[in-house]
């Protein structure tokens, strides 16, 4: 991304065609609007960036199918022009592109007095000028070839006949022609209207020397004579009428015409992406002396930031690209009874309004002035651009600004509209991500603060740890040839985040079908389940022109998050995740469950689209960003906290409604708030025992400190991401039957160990070592008869045998340790006994009765015989 410095952003706009409101296409959906067509081809343009071209930054759409365009706009000799214009043809020839509209206000110049193409983008989003209603080009400059095609509008616009485009051959023409005008000074066929204009250049195809024909025709013959030789010919190559016998623009560069001049140019080598084999470091070239980069000459330090960063953040300070064009003249605004359509009668009187002359092409372009996003960042230090990157820094922004502290405190929405504040971020980000994967640790560290928005879609690659040549193993994919599952992907697309532009547009359909194919084709042991589009377009939208990044995404995400969810059979693995939510419910808020679980509401009848899609069927793409923004910073088992904390959101609304109410209220779930909801699903997260949401058919952990742990909930203790390793101590593999049985969870022996903050003896299988804290943090209920419980116990476990705790009312027993587990409520509750059975009807009378956080010891009391850490009662003296 090449800086801003001396550059400005410029903006044009134009309408694209309007289609009819009364066509359907060949599936019985809407034809898609051909401003969004435009939309969705543009965004290729943002990653062609040449020193010979202006770089697109983004495009808008207004109303009535309104395009504006932001460009990066810079304010010799024939042969350097020339060269120069060469180069940025050849590059967007190598991108399948044709300018078509190359003219002398397009050739721009930047500081330094480079060339810099300007619009050659056009012709190809408007689909060869066929979502338009006025031709691309100028007949001035038009090549032969071209004219005769007119202006080639489909007459069906469900069909997808569209004109012959024009081949890359055509800009060599027009560059002919203002080569031409450049040396003889003057514009050519100025004394001739437009149609004289074409017939002229139709008719030079009967010549041998066009460069005389013009030379001629303008009365400069003399001044054509004293031209050197090397920029004749390049004239008479470039004015060559067949275009079969018409160089190329890489011809052309080749050729011994520019032997003079092309010495002095350095090819052009674009940079190493983030995620590729290449050596990012590869071309670094640093200076004898280091201390020159820091010398600051003009402390201009957002001209070194890149153009996305600098019209984002303009945008952020006021930037309004749509009042700008309005204020400039170029938008115009007209009252309803000005708009109304003309009558045509049968004999072909027209009354009425004329055609409209706002759809035709206004090829003035606004410079966007950066006046206010200058004067907002006026105060930002230079520290600011240049953070220190250190392990031992803290997880708060590192500008050293107490205006960016307090702000870091404020709602995530309010955070995220801060132009100081996201300065900073970006530039710590930028830095942290072209340190990855060194810098891996301090990304998790500052993610779990937020992430910027504009650097979100590397950010959470990074997250999901993708490394290595991802561009390469994608290509090598197989996208192309028919597999059985292209008829329900065809299905699926038109019915995904369809309310997004981008992701509507034909561009994003085929993008969508690459990726998914690549990931079916790769994974043969998976199949392609409805719901795996939705998983795939948060990362087709952040990374919609790197759909190999995207691919690389999903490949890590769905083993993490659903592993084995795509089976062809993947019953056992859905009913074993479900039946672990219902547990997470009974164990966080047990008087929901017990209503859910009375009127037959169970998760089967709801949740399975929330966890197929990990949310993004429920969720619009902006607070799914959101949610998985912590979701990434979590394991396996946080999706089932953010269900709890949905719930939790629609808890009264729940209690107080019947089965049929309950069904109404999820086919059209209400606004839940994202913010609120990831709060409180971290705050359940951190009181859930990390081998209470074990199950069976997830994926084992391959490293630890995967998350860098998280928060300390109220509670005190800490939480690990990651599932305990399997140990004699951890959980046993029980059959799907039994887990169903259970209302409560279980959790492991050496769980247990840990949250009691107990010393396991030296010479046991275990050595973990806690401090104790002043406060005990659960209650362990021994449900055994009080002559076992007196043979050996956990130590601060108290004893109420199962057959005497409670009335026939399903009452707690009043007495001491009815007392202890009164005073407990709200704090984790631990049910040991021989057998799992017992300890677990137990729990269940304690869920209905409405204690929280009630889980059972996996294998009972045997469990923790062998640790020796059981103990007996002092005898009383």
Known sequence: MPPLKDAKLGAFTFFASALPHDVCGSNGLPLTPNSIKILGRFQILKTIVHPRLCQYVDISRGKHGKINFIM??????????????????????????????????????????????????LYYITDHGADVDFPIGYPSYLAPEVIPQG??????????????????????????????????????????????????????????????????????????????????????????????????????????????????????????????????CADLDLPEDISRLCEDEN????????????????????????????????????????TLPNLLLEDGESFGQGRDRSFLLDDTTVTLSLCQLLNRLKDVPG???????????????????NTELSTSTLPLIIRERDTEYQLNRIVLFDRLLKAYPYKKNLIWKEARVDIPPLLRGLTWAALLGVEGAIQEKYDATDKDTPIPTDRQIEVDIPRCHQYDELLSSPEGHAKFRRVLKAWVVSHPNLVYWQGLDSLCAPFLYLNFNNEALAY?????????????????????????????????????????????????????????????????????????????????????????????????????????????????????????????CVRESINLFCWTPKSATYRQ??????????????????????????????????????????????????????????????????????????????????????????????????????????????????????GPASATLQSFKGKVIVSVGHVSSNSAEFAAHLVKLGYPRVCILDGGINKMKPTGLLTVPSPQI
């Open 72 to 121: 990066y706009r810079s304010s010799m000799k024939v042969l350097q022009l020339a060269f120069e214009v060469l180069q940025g043809l050849e590059y967007i020839n190598r991108h399948h592109m044709v300018h078509r509209a190359l003219s002398p206000h397009n050739i721009l110049l930047d500081g330094e007095g480079h060339i810099k193409l300007s619009k050659f983008g």
């Open 151 to 280: 202006i080639v509008k489909p007459k069906d616009p469900t069909q997808h006949e569209r004109p012959r485009p024009s081949g890359p051959k055509s800009d060599v023409w027009s560059l002919g022609v203002i080569l031409f005008q450049l040396c003889v000074g003057r514009k050519l066929f100025q004394s001739l209207d437009i149609a004289e204009k074409l017939k002229f250049v139709l008719t030079l195809g009967c010549v041998d020397d066009i460069v005389t024909v013009l030379a001629e025709e303008h009365g400069c013959v003399e001044v054509i004579k004293n031209l050197p030789e090397n920029v004749l010919t390049l004239l008479r190559k470039c004015l060559t009428y067949h275009p079969s016998k018409r160089p190329s623009a890489a011809e052309l560069l080749s050729s011994n015409v520019f032997s003079a001049v092309s010495s002095g140019y350095v090819p052009f080598r674009q940079p190493a992406s983030l995620f590729s084999s290449a050596l990012r």
């Open 299 to 338: 402390n201009d330090f957002l001209g070194e930031r890149s153009i996305e960063e600098v019209y984002y953040l303009w945008c952020l300070a006021g930037g309004d690209l749509e009042k700008e064009l309005v204020s400039k003249g170029i938008i115009k605004s007209k009252p309803p009874v000005c």
């Open 383 to 401: 520290e600011a651009f240049y953070p220190l990157l250190g392990e031992d820094q803290s997880n708060v922004p590192h500008s050293g600004s």
């Open 552 to 676: 690389a995404c999903m490949c890590a995400f769905i083993p993490k998050y659903l592993y084995n969810f795509f089976l062809k059979d993947n019953s056992h693995v859905i009913q074993e995740y479900l039946t672990v939510f219902s547990q997470m419910i009974a164990f966080h808020d047990p008087e929901l469950s017990n209503h859910l679980n009375e009127i037959g509401f169970i998760p089967d009848l709801y949740a399975i689209p929330w966890f197929l899609t990990m949310f993004t069927h429920v969720f619009p793409l902006h607070k799914i960003f959101h949610l998985w923004d912590t979701l990434l910073l979590g394991n396996a088992s946080f999706p089932f906290c953010i269900g709890v904390a949905i719930l939790q959101q629609l808890r009264v609304r729940l209690l107080s409604n019947g089965f049929n109410e309950c069904i109404l209220l999820f086919s059209d779930l209400p606004e839940i708030d994202i913010e609120r």
């Open 697 to 814: 058919h997830a994926q084992s952990p391959k490293t630890a400190g995967d998350c860098n742990g998280m928060n300390k909930p109220a509670s005190g203790f800490t939480v690990d991401y990651q599932d305990s390793t399997k140990t004699d101590l951890g959980r046993e593999i029980i059959q799907l039957s039994e887990l169903k049985s259970e209302v409560s969870p279980r959790i492991s022996a050496e769980d247990l160990i840990d949250l009691c903050e107990l010393t396991v003896p030296s010479h046991g299988k275990m050595n973990i070592k806690k401090t104790k804290s002043s406060k005990p943090k659960l209650l362990v209920v021994d449900i055994r008869n009080s002559e076992d419980f007196n043979r050996g116990h956990i130590p601060g476990s108290i004893n109420m045998p199962f057959g005497s705790a409670f009335t026939a009312d399903g009452e707690l027993v009043p």
